[in-house]
């Protein structure tokens, strides 16, 4: 991978081969991460953003969080640490009010274009009543709101600044120079019952989960943010895990559905990624995946 940063002004530095880098991805945080130091014969001035290449594809583009320069018996070097361009609706506060007919349309406008991001794919129909935007929401937390009430999707910013707000298309990953890997069955995450609160104030609904032979329940109070169906979807998801390590880079990974064979392990297929981590350092380059249930998979002896 090649690394360059980007200063304020719009001047950009090939940042050359690190000492040590990372990426990191987790299905559950907005922004991914980046880390890495690279020795410098000279401090370089303050740096706004970072891009990574593989080849002529830009595979990660992210704001500066920290510039740390450091003298030690190394020498000198300069650490890097930032986030994806989530980061920027993730920081930004949306602007208070009530939006009349809220729309894809009407958020760029109000929460992308000040932030020199612009809107991509989605539905830009508007929606009828009024959307209030408290004071001190996130831009993220309007625009995901939007997306998930309204057209059942999580919004993601690539690496031109582009906001996809249309759902992923998914990508087939197949692993390949496996160095190491375990499978977790994890029956403490299951959940088999929800009772849900209801109008008269007793907890009285029930939906129920799998049967796995033990009794583990939950209770949701009415206009709790979480459904009875999601946290039951939750914790059969949760109580799969599938790691491995391979050599090389694996990325991006938002959006990848991965398929692995395992020797004595089983064969799996179309498994979507939890989390991941890249790595770079004197030993190589090699990427951690943390997968969940497959579509498809047929263990060894089963």
Known sequence: MIFWGETAGGDRFLLGEPQEAALSFD?????????????????????????????????????????NTRIS????????????????????????????????????????????LRLGEGDRASRPGEMNIEKGKSCWSVLAGFCRDFLGTTPYVEPDGTVQCAGQAEQQVELSEI??????????????????????????TLYRGAEHGLPRRRYLALGS?????????????????????????????RGAAVSIALPGIGQFERCPVESAQYRRDRQGERTRLTLGPPEKSVQAGG
């Open 27 to 67: 299905r559950d945080a907005p922004a991914d991460g980046f880390k890495a130091r690279f020795p410098v014969a000279a401090a370089l001035e303050e740096m706004v953003r970072v891009r990574v290449f593989a080849g002529r594809r830009q595979v990660f583009a992210g704001i500066v969080d920290e510039q």
């Open 73 to 116: 018996g190394d020498g000198l070097t300069l650490e890097l640490v930032g986030r994806s361009l989530e980061a920027l609706l993730l920081d930004n506060e949306a602007p208070p009010g009530i939006v009349t007919s809220p729309s894809l349309e009407v958020l760029e406008a109000r929460l992308l274009t000040p932030l020199g």
């Open 179 to 204: 160095t190491e890997a375990q499978l977790r069955l994890l029956p403490v995450k299951r959940i088999s019952q929800v009772w849900q609160q209801s109008y008269r104030g007793g907890y009285d």
């Open 225 to 253: 943010e979480k459904q009875p169906r999601e946290v039951l979807a939750a914790g059969e998801r949760e109580s799969f895990r599938l790691e491995a390590t391979c050599l090389g880079p694996v990325w991006p990974v």
